[in-house]
């Protein structure tokens, strides 16, 4: 599949996703940028923004089934993996899947659950599948986590550490609208849902050749080399306290790789790269205090560090 049509079907997902969230483009774009990179999206943002809107519109776009977890103090990692129940008819265990055997789940406000149901949840995301009754069982593919976060209420939550922070592929906020944008959702929603308009961009198959064929965009050496240095840089920068991980370096070349892809290049950019950058990153590393005391978060902090590593120049 050539770049020019993985960017055809990248636009059309985009567009879709659009009717039902509005103004959000650049969110919209690595909420699609990380679907092709078969990662895992965080939204860490206030109540009554869209987060949901914007997972069950990907849903629709792909034409997956959706499902949504209310994560609450009590739910149990069996709520959400499934456990095995007794058929007194058949006089055996059958196993009952859990909400998480869907194509996009929304896992709604995360940092409310306990810490054990929060690992049956990320061990999910990274291994693609689930374990429970001592066997395993393999999630459908593609398996796409939308977690979200609310930002501002703290009370009762148990925030996710750093190293599970490193699970997910990218972060995004959507934010309040503009004032445009918010009169748009008032005409759009008066008589009915934009949601019901959303329709299926590409199938499920189209979806994973696509995940299949990004991880083929041309990166060239010097690039590669920029990626390792913007994420070294975060190592040492003295405004981060935690820098970013080996991981991080992967996600963020499959990132560029993605946002190529969907421009229609058949190679990587450095302004790939440093689109991506802030939002590949961001969760990863730690602002100091004093920082975050000013207004600062680790989003603006990543965008000074990738201002300060020197681009390559173009190839060609």
């Known amino acids: 599949m050539a770049s020019a049509r993985i960017g055809d079907f990248s636009r059309q997902i985009v567009r879709e996703i659009e009717k039902a969230v509005v103004g959000k483009r650049e969110a919209v774009e690595m909420a699609t940028v990380t679907l092709l990179c078969e990662g895992h999206l965080l939204i860490e ?188 840089a975060t190592r040492t920068s003295n405004q981060l306290l935690l820098g970013a991980s080996p991981r991080a370096t992967l996600h963020l070349m499959r990132a560029a790789q993605a946002k190529a892809s969907i421009q229609g290049a058949d190679s990587v950019r450095p302004d790939d790269v440093k689109q991506v950058a802030p939002y590949v990153l961001g969760h990863r590393v730690l602002a100091r205090a004093e920082l975050r005391a000013k207004g600062m978060d680790s989003y603006d902090v990543v965008k000074q560090v990738v201002d300060s590593v020197t681009a390559p120049l173009p190839v060609g």
Request: avoid cysteine; charge should be negative; charged fraction near 25%.
């Open 45 to 232: 943002d206030v109540p009554g923004v869209g987060k949901t809107t914007l997972a069950k519109a990907m849903a629709r776009t792909i034409g997956g089934e959706f499902r949504r977890v209310q994560f609450t103090p009590d739910l149990l990692p069996a709520d959400i993996t499934g456990s095995s129940i007794y058929n007194q008819k058949e006089s055996e265990f059958e196993f009952r899947a859990g909400p998480l055997f869907a194509n996009v789940v929304l896992a709604d406000e995360i940092n409310r659950a306990t810490p054990k149901t929060q690992s049956a949840l990320l061990e999910a995301m990274e291994e693609g599948q689930v374990s429970s009754d001592g066997d395993t069982r393999m999630l459908p593919r593609p398996f796409f986590v939308i977690a979200t976060q609310n930002s501002v209420e703290m009370t009762g939550t148990y925030p996710l550490p750093e190293a599970q922070l490193d699970r997910f592929f990218s972060r995004i906020s959507l934010g309040y609208p503009d004032r445009e944008a918010e009169r748009a959702v008032l005409s759009a929603q008066q008589t009915a849902s934009p949601i019901d308009t959303v329709t299926a961009a590409v199938t499920l198959e189209e979806l994973k050749a696509i995940q299949a064929e990004i991880r083929q965009t041309f990166v060239h050496d010097m690039i590669k080399d920029y990626i390792v240095d913007i994420v070294r």
